[in-house]
């Protein structure tokens, strides 16, 4: 967690002018902002719910954000992803690295901190070790799922978020006081039988909904201030309005996460290495631990087979009915399927085992 001492110098420090009203504000005040901006927040995402989020919390002043994020900036991202433009789009720039240097414009004084990186199995430690906070913004319950393990196993607080359609929720977990996500939902919903954003749509107003309401709690929690933390389930449905509040239940000393302590997902016994993506006719490719592709060489070899588009980040490749990107480290995301198997032949046929 964060380190008193420090809050305490900072809080003898003077206060730069731009978080004057944040501090006007009783609930934080100087020795909130002060904790405020000796923390560390880790964001596991930054499509829809991550950009408002990153935003927020930039612009609050935590100390340090890293965005992990494994994707590019597409067209459709535009209607909702509030950090990204025309031109992320048309230089094929990875979300990460887009959402750190139009943040740091924003605010020079937090160190922000962009990795194009999947959070997996085997990547996770290293990525969120050392963070006072992690933020969710996924877009599968396997990652989410890995978060929770890793929070729990860690006494790592995380915020949990989602929505698709008008509709959106999120809660907050504090590993140790409330009940992790396991004990909230046993397991995720089987493929296909959940709206996602692809077959339901998504409108913006309940994403910042969310995101500003996960933001919150976030604050709350930098500040020192859990008296003030929502111990319960936040659901909405804009469109319809609705709101409706249920109460986080009991820690589940049967929970196989919290209770037993068995950590599948985080020691890889669960989850997989080719995932559908939410609200896209895609499916993600991982690699092991270590992989390198030389994506000049790559870009050689499938010159002749269709259209390429290639930057230092990745590589685009059009390719019959399929479009495949492919990062340097391995991954890819393959377009025009939801079909695992599918996928994996195309990966496979194109790129390598």
């Known amino acids: 967690m964060i380190d008193d001492s420090k809050a305490e110098t900072m809080e003898q420090q003077e206060i730069p002018a731009r978080y004057s009203r944040q501090i006007l504000f009783d609930g934080i005040g100087k020795e909130g902002q002060a904790r405020i901006m000796a923390s560390r927040v880790a964001l596991v995402g930054c499509g829809a719910l991550g950009t408002v989020q990153a935003s927020l919390l930039v612009r609050a002043g935590v100390g340090a ?12 991202n535009l209607q909702r992803q509030i950090l990204f433009d025309e031109d992320d789009v ?15 414009s924003a605010n020079s004084l937090v160190q922000v901190e962009g990795v194009v990186e999947d959070v997996n199995a085997s ?4 990525l969120l070790k050392g963070f006072d906070l992690i933020v969710d913004a996924s877009d599968n319950f396997d990652v989410r799922y890995l978060v929770n393990d890793y929070a729990v196993k860690t006494g790592t607080p995380w915020v ?10 999120t809660f907050p977990i504090l590993p140790g006081e409330t009940a992790c996500l396991q004990c909230v939902f046993e397991s995720a919903p089987p493929a296909g039988f959940s709206p996602t954003c692809d077959t339901a749509g998504v409108i913006g107003p309940i994403v910042g909904t969310i995101a500003s309401m996960q933001a919150a709690e976030a604050l709350k929690i930098l500040a020192g201030r859990r008296d003030k933390i929502n111990r319960r389930i936040t659901a909405l449905d ?16 049967k929970c196989p996460c919290c209770g037993q302590r068995k950590f599948e997902y985080l020691d890889g016994a669960r989850g997989a290495e080719a995932t ?3 609200g896209r006719n895609s499916v993600q490719i991982c690699q092991r631990a270590g992989t390198r592709v030389d994506l000049d060489a790559l870009a050689h070899r499938l010159a002749p087979l269709g259209s390429l588009e290639k930057n230092r980040f990745l ?15 391995g991954r890819a995301i393959i377009s025009g399927t939801y079909d695992l198997a599918v996928a994996k032949s195309l990966y496979s046929r194109y ?3």
């Open 123 to 126: 990547t996770i430690g290293r």
């Open 238 to 253: 804009l469109w319809e309005n609705r709101r409706d509040g249920f109460d986080l239940p009991a820690r589940d000393p």
């Open 276 to 278: 559908t993506l939410c």
């Open 65 to 76: 954000l890293r965005i992990i994020d494994r994707d590019f900036v597409e067209e459709s």
């Open 90 to 104: 048309r230089n094929l720039v990875p979300k990460a690295v887009a959402a750190e240097k139009k943040l740091r």
């Open 315 to 329: 590589l685009r490749a059009n390719i019959d009915d399929y479009q495949l990107t492919i990062f340097a480290n």
């Open 160 to 169: 949990y978020g989602a929505c698709v359609g008008s509709y959106g929720l």
């Open 351 to 353: 790129v390598g085992a």
